[in-house]
């Protein structure tokens, strides 16, 4: 259980509370009436009985160190309120809440009207003493208390998460009252899971809210259902399911030992009728599936116990029906995929002569698209049918054995079969009226804000924006678009990544994917973006300075050292990641790369784009630079009447530049022009590395093949001057690098090595995998969990959930087991093993090679060593196997302690080990001063810890202020 300081929470009242008042609180109420609790899938438990508890006065600041301190000084004040065991709820202020999600909102928001705080009870019995785990998570600040003791607290503020805090229950056999207190002054989320000691729902717990007699309990069971009714296009008819969920668990009055739901529509189809059994650890889930014959106006009943609870119509419109099923046929032969959503991979190009891979893709979207609005019974007729007028083109062109894509001009969506996760990316398209293809036309990209869509970044472009619009229908609806003269695309970047790993990798696949199916000038191809998208047009530009002419990044974020929540405590890894996600710190490679920023004045900290351009002066590159006296929204006014692409149409890249400047911090983004780095060096004379140290070089070209150059940090490095580079004769280039000269032939690939101090020609090295833990997500990846230990399983699948989702990003990565593993699934992924060697087939025969030992008595980094159970570990290295690829592993000491891997920050080196101490680092960019972890660093190329690894600082107190970014 982690250590607090008595501030930290702001909590402090509960110290001073009566016990007699804890003790009303604590005592389980045997002769109530008792509503019985069936936790989630997982034991979460989203029912419990809620109070208000008073007002709390929070200053009208971000939410802070401050709000500690205030709720310290004003809490004394409040009133514990209790369930008296001779009273039902009511008689206590005590109402049920209950939920339908995972999370369970103890009060009504509160946003605007000062703090409050909350309080929660459950009654749990345990049948057989024994240790139980205590997952927690909670906006803002949670107090926990079991039979008037407070054993666990959260600090605010944060949002609640799944499973942000693990607290261990050692239970006596008999009845326990739980109790929860929480302050916020904006919402009241918690989540809440009970476990075994295997992390599975316990059949010897047994959950009550106490007072809650049957009918009041059968009452809130409605609550909790979590329904999704899908309809399906099947070859004949029209298949109906019923996903019938319980999140957050459900109620049950003590008479209730089961819950009936029939499904049912207009004959002749015959109604499907099914139990819920309500007597196991846990709610189950339930699926009602039938088959309807064609009718355009099916209703569908589904019915509780008898009651008409809920009406359905589920009839779909003949027109879509049939170009469902004649795209189904036509292109399930060519991508197979289509039908199987759950296939590992790999995912190869569909095959049909005369017609690119992208286009049969890009009609399989479409196909996805109307299929999956139907399936929820998206009403919006006119978009429907358009997408379905879309499609039967579309098919009917590869059924020709045509490309549906060659000729057509104006807007349109495409797509790729992303090898990240097997999904069908979009992307949108705008190809005007003066494209024949006849010429190079120029390109820009433009890559959209926060919660953005592709689609309507393509209007934004050319200064069509509408602050109030409907974000769906802007979404479904283009507005006439004009002709810029050059041909437009929008990535979607997988949605919120900030256009880092797969965000960038989605940006630079649209750029190769729209070179081959057009003609697209390569040297004048531009990226743009705002807000967010303003981010990722420096990060992605200046990463990969040899793709674009020009960059124009509007009202973006350029350094991760003006955040707030970046401020105070840092490591020395922590300093290093922020330069490396910061992009004024990449401004070096801009020297061919003409940047026009923009930022509103009224849009604070200005520092946030002020930083990129004090760079970029600096260094005497070319930049434009507007500071509009407006907020946020910039780009309406700098996008306005084809601003942006006259603006671009200066500029024009240099396919063979004479003059080079390049920096990297590591070897995802190993180059530029015709420089590439095989190996950074820590020091001069230090080991080669992937990552964990800049590495640079300045070199300049004569016409005669004369050329000088430095270079900092850099092992390894391959030149491939290119014959434009010099004039008319000259093979070879002369160059005199850090002193030593070399002769580099024109036309060819050389590759050159750093040993003791000097440069010689050698064999190029192999790339290698490994880096940084949250940056190696820019490659196909396979989530892969250990099966030997049944008991385990479950678990480690929790785990790879945990990290295979991000919020905002639509990523769907495949998770399997170790022993259904084929050698085509491992084939080019970067893999994610989760488990130890004692139950991972992959651990187990590679633990030998693996930079960390995971023993079954210890866990071994360099020349120390962790024996005790909470300890955990995650780290990268280059796959045993395939040292071109990475494998990320997740293990530890025990399954609790790999599990709070997600308590990890965002910026952590290339291997972490740790303890229940890195608890409060959960959700936040740095550990800060609350946090702390044994051991933290990367590895050399033989996988030796480059440096002291053991962390500078000592867990003392709450981290600062928190900032989104957009």
């Given at each position: 259980m982690r250590s607090f300081s008595s501030h930290s929470l702001g909590l402090t009242f509960l110290?001073?509370?009566?016990?007699?008042?804890?003790?009303?609180?604590?005592?389980?109420?045997?002769?109530?009436?008792?509503?019985?609790?069936?936790?989630?899938?997982?034991?979460?438990?989203?029912?419990?009985?809620?109070?208000?508890?008073?007002?709390?006065?929070?200053?009208?600041?971000?939410?802070?160190?401050?709000?500690?301190?205030?709720?310290?000084?004003?809490?004394?004040?409040?009133?514990?309120?209790?369930?008296?065991?001779?009273?039902?709820?009511?008689?206590?202020?005590?109402?049920?809440?209950?939920?339908?999600?995972?999370?369970?909102?103890?009060?009504?928001?509160?946003?605007?009207?000062?703090?409050?705080?909350?309080?929660?009870?459950?009654?749990?019995?345990?049948?057989?003493?024994?240790?139980?785990?205590?997952?927690?998570?909670?906006?803002?600040?949670?107090?926990?208390?079991?039979?008037?003791?407070?054993?666990?607290?959260?600090?605010?503020?944060?949002?609640?998460?799944?499973?942000?805090?693990?607290?261990?229950?050692?239970?006596?056999?008999?009845?326990?009252?739980?109790?929860?207190?929480?302050?916020?002054?904006?919402?009241?989320?918690?989540?809440?899971?009970?476990?075994?000691?295997?992390?599975?729902?316990?059949?010897?717990?047994?959950?009550t809210l106490d007072g809650v007699d049957d009918a009041a309990c059968d009452a809130l069971a409605p609550r909790t259902l979590a329904l999704t009714v899908r309809r399906a296009v099947e070859a004949t008819d029209v298949g109906v399911t019923a996903a019938l969920r319980f999140p957050g668990g459900t109620v049950r009055g003590e008479r209730t030992a089961a819950r009936r739901y029939t499904l049912s529509a207009p004959e002749p189809a015959e109604p499907v009728s099914m139990a819920l059994s309500l007597d196991g650890p846990s709610a189950p889930s339930l699926d009602l599936a039938m088959h309807l014959p064609d009718a355009t106006a099916a209703v569908l009943h589904l019915r509780d116990e008898g009651s008409d609870d809920h009406t359905f119509r589920v009839g779909i419109a003949h027109e879509l029906r049939d170009a469902l099923r004649r795209a189904f046929v036509v292109l399930d032969p060519l991508d197979p995929a289509l039908s199987n959503p759950q296939h590992p991979g790999p995912w190869p190009d569909p095959e049909l002569a005369g017609v690119a891979p992208g286009s049969v893709w890009s009609v399989a979207r479409t196909y996805e698209r109307l299929r999956d609005l139907v399936a929820v019974g998206d009403g919006d007729a006119a978009h429907l049918r358009e997408l379905a007028a879309t499609l039967r083109a579309g098919v009917e062109a590869l059924a020709r054995r045509e490309d549906p894509f060659a000729g057509r001009t104006g807007v349109m969506r495409r797509a790729y079969r992303s090898p990240l996760d097997g999904t069908l990316q979009e992307y949108s398209v705008y190809v005007p009226g003066s494209y024949r293809g006849d010429r190079a036309f120029p390109m820009v990209v433009g890559l959209h804000g926060l919660h953005g869509s592709a689609h309507r970044m393509l209007p934004v472009l050319m200064g069509l924006y509408d602050e109030h619009e409907d974000r769906t229908h802007a979404e479904r609806v283009v507005p006439p678009l004009a002709d810029p003269g050059a041909i437009v695309v929008a990535p979607y970047g997988y949605g919120d990544t900030g256009y880092r790993q797969q965000g960038e990798y989605d940006v630079l696949r649209v750029v190769s994917e729209m070179q081959r199916a057009y003609r697209v000038d390569p040297n004048r191809t531009y990226l743009t973006g705002l807000s967010m998208g303003g981010i990722g047009a420096a990060g992605v530009s200046l990463h990969n300075p040899g793709v674009f002419a020009a960059a124009a990044p509007l009202c973006g974020y350029h350094s991760y050292f003006v955040r707030g929540d970046t401020r105070g405590v840092r490591r020395p890894w922590e300093t290093f990641l922020m330069e490396l996600r910061s992009n004024d710190h990449w401004a070096e490679n801009g020297r061919h790369l003409p940047m026009y920023i923009v930022h509103g004045t009224l849009d604070r900290p200005v520092s946030n784009s002020q930083t990129l351009v004090d760079r970029y002066s600096a260094l005497g590159y070319r930049l434009e630079v507007e500071w509009p006296a407006l907020g946020h929204n910039v780009w309406s006014q700098t996008y306005a009447e084809g601003r942006i692409f006259t603006h671009f149409s200066r500029y024009e890249r240099d396919p063979a530049p004479r003059t080079l400047r390049f920096r990297t911090p590591d070897l995802r983004w190993p180059g530029t022009a015709w420089v590439r780095f095989d190996a950074l060096q820590a020091g001069t004379a230090g080991p080669l590395t992937v990552t964990g140290t800049w590495g640079e070089i300045e070199l300049t070209v004569d016409p005669d093949g004369r050329a000088r150059g430095v270079t900092r940090n850099v092992g390894a490095l391959t030149l491939t001057p290119p014959v434009a580079l010099v004039a008319s004769g000259v093979t070879a280039l002369r160059v005199e690098l850090d002193g030593d000269r070399i002769e580099v032939p024109v036309g060819a690939a050389t590759s050159f090595l750093r040993r003791e101090g000097h440069w010689q020609r050698g064999e190029r090295l192999a790339a290698r995998g490994g880096g940084a833990i949250r940056e190696v997500f820019d490659a196909p990846m396979l989530f892969v969990v250990g099966s030997r230990d049944p008991s385990a399983v479950r678990l480690y699948e929790r785990i790879a959930r945990q990290w295979a989702q991000r919020s905002g990003v639509a990523l769907r990565y495949p998770i399997v087991r170790d022993d259904t593993l084929t050698e085509a699934m491992l084939a080019g992924r970067n893999l994610v093993l989760i488990g130890t060697p004692r139950d991972h087939r992959l651990l187990d025969r590679w633990q030998a090679r693996l930079p960390i030992s995971l023993g079954a008595d210890r866990l071994t980094v360099g020349a120390r060593s962790f024996t005790d159970d909470n300890v955990g570990a995650v780290f990268t290295a280059p796959n045993p196997d395939d040292p071109a690829r990475t494998v990320l592993v997740i293990s530890g000491r025990s399954p609790a302690a790999m599990l709070r891997s997600n308590a990890l920050p965002d910026l952590v080196p290339g291997y972490v080990v740790y303890d229940a101490r890195v608890g409060n680092a959960r959700g936040h960019i740095l550990l800060g001063a609350a946090s702390q972890v044994l051991a933290a660093g990367f590895f050399d190329r033989e996988g030796r810890p480059l440096a002291d690894d053991r962390d500078p600082v000592s867990a003392s107190g709450p981290t600062d202020d928190a900032s989104d970014e957009n």
């Open positions: 110290r001073c509370l009566c016990l007699t008042s804890l003790g009303a609180l604590a005592r389980p109420a045997e002769a109530l009436a008792q509503c019985r609790v069936l936790p989630g899938p997982e034991g979460e438990i989203s029912q419990w009985l809620s109070a208000p508890a008073g007002a709390v006065a929070l200053p009208r600041v971000r939410p802070g160190a401050a709000m500690g301190a205030a709720l310290g000084t004003t809490a004394t004040r409040m009133t514990l309120q209790t369930l008296a065991p001779s009273a039902g709820p009511s008689a206590a202020g005590f109402r049920p809440a209950v939920s339908n999600r995972t999370r369970v909102t103890l009060a009504p928001s509160t946003r605007g009207r000062g703090g409050r705080a909350v309080l929660a009870a459950i009654t749990l019995s345990a049948r057989s003493a024994g240790r139980r785990w205590l997952s927690l998570g909670a906006d803002d600040a949670l107090a926990v208390w079991l039979d008037g003791r407070e054993i666990a607290r959260l600090d605010g503020p944060r949002r609640a998460r799944e499973d942000d805090l693990m607290v261990p229950l050692d239970l006596s056999e008999g009845a326990h009252r739980l109790v929860l207190v929480q302050v916020s002054r904006d919402s009241f989320d918690v989540f809440v899971r009970i476990t075994d000691a295997q992390h599975r729902p316990d059949p010897n717990l047994r959950f």
